[in-house]
Each structure stands twice: as structure tokens, then as C-alpha cells.
């Protein structure tokens, strides 16, 4: 089993910046890519950012790219996602998730955390 916990999530106008981390604890954080996902209100969950392993790949999807950027400290077992350029349309509950490979769909990932609300006033 892996437990993930998300934090960092709040407040902020649209043009402003948030980092979310998402810690790790169980099993080995290296042997797992990391994806952050989120879900707005009434909406389906949708992919934001993955990382492999070791962090030498990262993928993100377009609504996201060049304002967003994923990374990981395995020595410290968490994962971030940095997000500048906030747009209120970036309002949603984030997820971070852990599974053997990166990738954009939810079933790529076994272990999911609870969510960090992110919410971008305009």
C-alpha cells in the first residue's frame, strides 16, 4: 500500500502562483510514477501532470502546459506540482496518484490521496 497526502491548495487570484506537494508513505516512492490529476465541480476527473520514475520524463496535458510543471524528491518521498499563470478555470480539487508508469488515464494508477482544493478568484 501506498498513502498519499496532498497539501499546499488555497486561495489565489488569477495571475498568481500555488505549489502543491503531495507526501508519500509505504511502499518504495522510487518504483512509482506520480500523476496529478484534478476535478472541478460537477465534472469529470481529468489529467493534469505525470512524472516517471526517477523524474527523467514528465508529460502534461495541454490545458496545463508551459504554466505547470511536475517534479519529485524521492529522498524525501514527495511529488510537486508548481502552478503559475493561475486561470479561474483551474478551480478544482487535485489529486495526486501513484502507479507503475506515467501516463494520462486514471486507470494507470492504483493509489490515489484525498485532495487539496485549489481555487483561482478572477
Known amino acids: 500500500q501506498v498513502q498519499l497526502v496532498e497539501s499546499g491548495g488555497g486561495l489565489v487570484q488569477a495571475g498568481g502562483s500555488l505549489r502543491l506537494s503531495c507526501a508519500a508513505s509505504?511502499?518504495?516512492?522510487?518504483?512509482?510514477?506520480m500523476g496529478w490529476f484534478r476535478q472541478a465541480p460537477g465534472k469529470e476527473r481529468e489529467f493534469g501532470a505525470a512524472?516517471?520514475?526517477?523524474?527523467?520524463?514528465?508529460y502534461y496535458a495541454e490545458s496545463v502546459k508551459g504554466r505547470f510543471t511536475i517534479s519529485r524528491d524521492n529522498a524525501k518521498n514527495t511529488v510537486y506540482l508548481q502552478m503559475n499563470s493561475l486561470k479561474p478555470e483551474d478551480t478544482a480539487v487535485y489529486y495526486c496518484?501513484?502507479?507503475?508508469?506515467?501516463?494520462?488515464?486514471?486507470?494507470?494508477?492504483?493509489?490515489w490521496g484525498q485532495g487539496t482544493q485549489v481555487t483561482v478568484s478572477s
Open positions: 512524472i516517471s520514475k526517477i523524474g527523467l520524463s514528465t
Open positions: 496518484a501513484a502507479g507503475p508508469l506515467p501516463g494520462n488515464r486514471r486507470s494507470m494508477y492504483d493509489y
Open positions: 509505504g511502499r518504495t516512492f522510487s518504483n512509482y510514477a
